[in-house]
């Protein structure tokens, strides 16, 4: 009768430690993620403050509002 309530025990702190480092690395991810985000809004935001000057500047302004989806 010991033996079954041990390894339910074990069953069950097993499962909670799994859920708990999923838990965790899903919490990295999205840290992770909201950087990339942030990263990426700070290129654009410099891309629109100093646009590339290649050829006419004003087109190069359109090209990047474009690019970014706006």
């Known amino acids: ?3 079954v309530s041990l ?3 074990a069953t069950l702190v097993s ?3 799994g859920r708990d480092l999923v838990g ?3 919490n ?3 840290g992770l993620g909201m950087e990339l985000t942030q990263s990426a809004k700070h290129r654009f935001e410099l891309g629109v403050r100093h646009p590339p000057t290649r050829g006419e500047p004003g ?3 359109a090209q ?3 690019g970014s989806g706006l």
């Open 24 to 26: 965790s690395l899903d």
């Open 15 to 17: 499962m909670v430690v």
């Open 59 to 61: 087109k190069a302004t």
């Open 1 to 3: 009768m010991s033996d």
């Open 7 to 9: 390894t339910a025990t």
């Open 64 to 66: 990047t509002a474009v």
């Open 28 to 30: 990295v991810g999205v």
